[in-house]
């Protein structure tokens, strides 16, 4: 699984282990709260966006098991990962 649906299978994992809304993930994710509504419903994204937002995940991902199927970028360094 790759694309669009692994980033939809781990925004969902990662709302449920946050326990917050789908908006509230794609606010933190892409900063901006339909984001996510609007790659459900269709709506494409970019390849560079993609890889920023499943490096955002995997930097930030709660206590909790990663979705099985979905390749998960290696966490940055805290030190990178608060540029």
Known sequence: M???DSLL???RAYAALADVSLSTVSS???DDGKKLAAIEAGADI???RLAKAMQWFSDNW???PWP???S???PARA???RT
């Open 2 to 4: 790759e694309g669009i």
């Open 9 to 11: 299978t781990v925004a």
């Open 28 to 30: 933190r994710a892409f």
């Open 46 to 48: 970019q390849v560079r």
């Open 62 to 64: 709660p206590d909790g």
């Open 68 to 70: 099985s199927g979905v």
């Open 72 to 74: 998960r970028p290696a």
């Open 79 to 81: 030190e990178e990962a």
